[in-house]
Nanobody
């Protein structure tokens, strides 16, 4: 059974930082591209960042470029999202997802999803 478990969310003031983690089990982690998505209340789910299985290739939502960094540790089956200079508009539930092929921002191509972790940024 595949499980993706996110952690690291919380309440932070604008300008602060959080580091999200997502640990996978039940799959060969190093063979999956990983992505982070988010969903704010009343809004559609939105791509945030992704990383290839090797970690060489990454891509970001335009508003996340320069503030967020995605990385992975295949030895620990974990993908990270370092979020700096957080803004109130970053408030959302953040989800990690795994894709057997590099899928970029296309959420329909991700095979597995976590339950999400809440990030709240106060102004």
């Amino acid at each position: 059974q595949v499980q993706l478990a996110e952690s690291g969310g919380g309440l932070v003031q604008a300008g602060g930082s959080l580091r999200l983690s997502c640990t996978a089990s039940g799959l060969t982690f190093s063979r999956y591209a990983m992505g982070w998505f988010r969903q704010a209340p009343g809004k559609a789910r939105e791509f945030v960042a992704d990383i290839s299985w090797s970690g060489v290739t990454t891509s970001y939502l335009d508003s996340a470029k320069g503030r967020f960094t995605i990385s992975r540790d295949n030895a620990k089956n974990t993908v990270f999202l370092q979020m700096d200079s957080l803004k109130p508009e970053d408030t959302a539930v953040y989800y990690c997802a795994a894709a057997s092929v590099y899928s970029g921002s296309d959420s329909s191509r991700y095979n597995y999803w976590g339950q999400g972790t809440q990030v709240t940024v106060s102004s």
